[in-house]
């Protein structure tokens, strides 16, 4: 399983864009990239998932380099109710898996 | 369309007791996933059911079973409990256990206290 490295924590203000970048080396070319984000005393909700290159949905962006070896979310315009945990994982379709402590994203006024 | 729905959502056991976890799969779905996520930290595997059958399983001691029916709904079971067995337990369902890269739908958990 490819371990990922995530920051700790994330500080920002509403209207502001939040990156938050994932680090997995050890990526394998069957493997896929998704995050989660996770609010307290909830499970966790997926945002987006790719391969390489950019995904974009309504919530987010995924930025993934040419050799995989990171990824990058995008929260554009952040408001106070995206404060919650997000988790990046890489798998390949075998959720045998355990996410990392993942990031606390914190959106203040 | 129903989403994931878990129950109890809170209990509380003594150490050495059994306690059995239920969820109901989305509407569809043919996966479950267990996972259980101590205060602080992320999601651990626990295992998954596919189909009736179990499809996988992480670190996790034997007195940690489960169940999937016909109707795909899912039962963990924990028996002899621990002290660090208290955490938030999670059921996740999703579309296909075999192959492709499925979307997880999480349920809102159970939140397990061993006394």
């Known amino acids: 399983l490819a371990k990922t490295t995530q920051p700790i924590s994330m500080d920002s203000y509403e209207g502001q864009e939040v990156n938050i970048t994932c680090s997995h080396n050890?990526?394998?070319?069957?493997?896929?990239i998704t995050w989660y984000q996770q609010f307290p005393s909830q499970g966790p909700r997926f945002i987006i998932q790719?391969?390489?290159t950019k995904v974009t949905n309504e919530v987010a962006s995924l930025f993934i380099p040419a050799d995989r070896k990171s990824s990058t979310l995008s929260l554009p315009r952040v408001s106070l109710s995206d404060t919650a945990v997000y988790y990046c994982?890489?798998?390949?379709?075998?959720?045998?898996?355990?996410f990392g402590a993942g990031t606390t994203v914190t959106v203040r006024a | 369309e129903t989403g994931v729905t878990q129950s109890p959502t809170h209990l509380i056991k003594t150490r050495g007791q059994q306690v059995t976890l239920r969820c109901s799969s989305q509407?569809?779905?043919?996966?479950v996933s267990w996972y259980q996520q101590a205060l602080g930290q992320g999601p651990q595997f626990i295992f998954q059911?596919?189909?009736?059958?179990?499809?996988g399983r992480g670190n996790f001691p034997p007195r940690f079973s489960g169940l999937q029916f016909p109707n795909y709904s899912s039962e963990l079971n924990v028996n002899a409990l621990e002290l660090d067995d208290s955490a938030l337990y999670l059921c996740?369902?999703?579309?296909?256990?075999?192959?492709?890269?499925?979307?997880?739908?999480f349920g809102p958990g159970t939140r397990l206290l061993v006394l």
């Open positions: 996740a369902s999703s579309e296909e256990g075999l192959a492709g890269i499925e979307t997880q739908y």
């Open positions: 050890n990526i394998a070319t069957n493997d896929y």
């Open positions: 790719g391969y390489k």
């Open positions: 994982l890489v798998a390949a379709g075998d959720y045998k898996l355990s």
């Open positions: 509407s569809g779905h043919n996966t």
């Open positions: 059911y596919y189909r009736e059958e179990e499809n």
